[in-house]
């Protein structure tokens, strides 16, 4: 009964280095989303995805990129990591989409340091 | 541009107490609300309201909504430690995508 997990839980980057967050659900969702939590700020949509093989642009997408070659697996990649994404990271998903007709199930979230 | 602002940021009560969050919003094309519960980690989803006057409850915990007023109010009664947390507002504006959240407020109870 995982839910949604998130892989790694912490990560500390130097700027310029890259890396990619794993996010699986076994809740076969079709919605998949990626929010970053910074302090002061309500949780904000970086890249979303509405199926296998799909994905868009959120509220802040840039330097991001995201991909969802299988159903359960929503990957977030940074290329090149700044100070500025320094954040908490948290996937979710969702059946139908998140608030039309139901909730967003959401993962243990990743801390991550860009030093 | 969409908005959703919780009241109080924060707040400190005892066992025992009774506490009123409150969640008002401003947005394009209101669709549900929802309430979430952030303890160490990940958002844990309480409630979700799209009709205005109907009261959801769950054990210690209620909410409503109104959305002639635009805001909604989650109650906790008898609190409890376990209901120390960050509680989140959020709102669906009319996309799948499309949702906004608060900042959140936090409670913290004491002994």
């Known amino acids: 009964n995982a839910g949604v997990t998130q892989t790694p839980k912490f990560r500390v980057l130097k700027t310029g280095q890259s890396m990619t967050l794993l996010c699986a659900q076994d809740?076969?969702?079709?919605?998949m989303y990626w929010y970053r939590q910074d302090p002061g700020m309500g949780l904000r949509l970086i890249h979303y995805?509405?199926?296998?093989?799909?994905?868009a642009k959120g509220e802040v997408p840039d330097g991001y990129n995201v991909s969802r070659l299988k159903k359960q697996n929503f990957l977030l990649g940074l290329e090149s990591a700044a100070p500025s994404q320094t954040s908490v990271y948290f996937c979710?998903?969702?059946?139908?989409?998140f608030g039309f007709g139901t909730e967003a199930f959401f993962g243990q979230g990743t801390r991550l340091t860009v030093v | 541009e969409d908005k959703v602002v919780q009241s109080p940021l924060s707040l400190v009560v005892h066992e025992g107490d009774t506490v009123t969050l409150n969640c008002s919003y401003e947005v394009t094309n209101f669709r549900s609300l929802l309430w979430y519960k952030q303890e160490k980690k990940a958002p844990t989803f309480l409630f979700m309201l799209t009709s205005s006057g109907i009261e959801k409850k769950s054990g210690r915990l209620s909410s409503i909504l109104d959305k002639k007023e635009l805001f909604s109010i989650l109650n906790i009664t008898a609190t409890q430690t376990g209901d120390s947390a960050v509680y989140l507002c959020?709102?669906?504006?009319?996309?799948?995508?499309?949702?906004?959240f608060g900042i959140g407020t936090k409670l913290q109870v004491i002994p």
């Open positions: 809740m076969n969702h079709e919605y």
């Open positions: 979710a998903s969702s059946s139908t989409g």
């Open positions: 959020a709102v669906n504006s009319g996309g799948y995508q499309k949702v906004t």
């Open positions: 995805s509405v199926g296998e093989g799909t994905t």
